[in-house]
T-cell receptor
Framework: DQQVKQNSPSLSVQEGRISILNCDYTNSMFDYFLWYKKYPAEGPTFLISISSIKDKNEDGRFTVFLNKSAKHLSLHIVPSQPGDSAVYFCAASDFGNEKLTFGTGTRLTIIP | DSGVTQTPKHLITATGQRVTLRCSPRSGDLSVYWYQQSLDQGLQFLIQYYNGEERAKGNILERFSAQQFPDLHSELNLSSLELGDSALYFC?????????????FGPGTRLLVL
């Protein structure tokens, strides 16, 4: 039972353009969502998060949008840079339960 | 560098054997989480410890066990190893970021069971 889904295993975007990574979830108890970036042979690196009381959170080039009614979140990266090439995981947790449920990841490739 | 350390980086062993993976959380973090990432799989939560006590359990096999010591480092013990246990094992520790708990991951231990 995949409670967090990333339906695009891979995405290619030209340098300078916007990258949009999508994530859907099924558990309505999830109230905190995170995006992690992972390079090969390294652990996931925390990127940005959003709680369910917000619908948008920005940090520099990264913006996360949350649509609770659609149980959907997205990560926007603008402008995309070659160093953004990595696997991106979305993750979710519910109040009082700190464990994270991860999606299967989207491999983002930025084309110079 | 997340501040979470894991040893060893790589481990190669045979079926039926037992291994111990070690994790040191970030300074001051009381929680340690263990995750498994198999080929083509997302990260699967295994178990969480908080200040020496087991706090939550996920998809952890009975052949696997963990503990957290008084100095807050944690060990994940995998026994009677099978080929399917080959995976990346990550530990994480957590901190409060903007009012919510955020996990920071170590570099992982790559386990290969032959």
């Amino acid at each position: 039972d995949q409670q967090v889904k990333q339906n695009s295993p891979s995405l290619s975007v030209q340098e300078g353009r916007i990258s949009i990574l999508n994530c859907d979830y099924t558990n309505s108890m999830f109230d905190y969502f995170l995006w992690y970036k992972k390079y090969p042979a390294e652990g996931p690196t925390f990127l940005i998060s959003i709680s369910s009381i917000k619908d948008k959170n920005e940090d520099g080039r990264f913006t996360v949008f949350l649509n609770k009614s659609a149980k959907h979140l997205s990560l926007h990266i603008v402008p995309s840079q070659p160093g953004d090439s990595a696997v991106y995981f979305c993750a979710a947790s519910d109040f009082g339960n700190e464990k994270l449920t991860f999606g299967t990841g989207t491999r983002l490739t930025i084309i110079p | 560098d997340s501040g979470v350390t894991q040893t060893p980086k790589h481990l190669i062993t045979a079926t039926g054997q037992r291994v111990t993976l070690r994790c040191s959380p970030r300074s001051g973090d009381l929680s340690v989480y263990w995750y498994q990432q198999s080929l083509d799989q997302g990260l699967q939560f295994l178990i969480q410890y908080y200040n020496g006590e087991e706090r939550a359990k996920g998809n952890i096999l009975e052949r696997f066990s963990a503990q957290q010591f008084p100095d807050l480092h944690s060990e994940l013990n995998l026994s009677s190893l099978e080929l399917g246990d080959s995976a990346l094992y990550f530990c994480a520790s957590s901190a409060i970021v903007s009012g919510s708990e955020t996990q920071y991951f170590g570099p992982g231990t790559r386990l290969l069971v032959l």
